[in-house]
């Protein structure tokens, strides 16, 4: 049914690979999900902390971005 849909083999992939792929993506996005706020935060910088834009705020846009 999905390769008569999507036409995946004549792309040269597989099911499998395409599940996967979207998997990786799904991970990826998730751990930018935490990584990008604490980077803008300044995080671990002594002289720099609390500078940054707050966590909560930063996290939430990055959402909003990645959605």
């Avoid at 751990?31 to 300044?42: C, T, W």
Wanted: aromatic fraction near 12%.
């Amino acid at each position: 049914m999905l390769e008569s849909f999507f036409g995946i083999k004549k792309s040269g992939s597989s099911v499998g690979k395409e599940v996967l792929a979207g998997f990786t993506t799904f991970m990826v996005m998730a751990y930018i999900i935490f990584v990008n706020p604490a980077i803008l935060s300044f995080a671990g910088i002594k002289d720099l902390q609390g500078l940054g834009p707050g966590f909560a705020p930063t996290m939430a846009v990055t959402c909003l971005v990645r959605a």
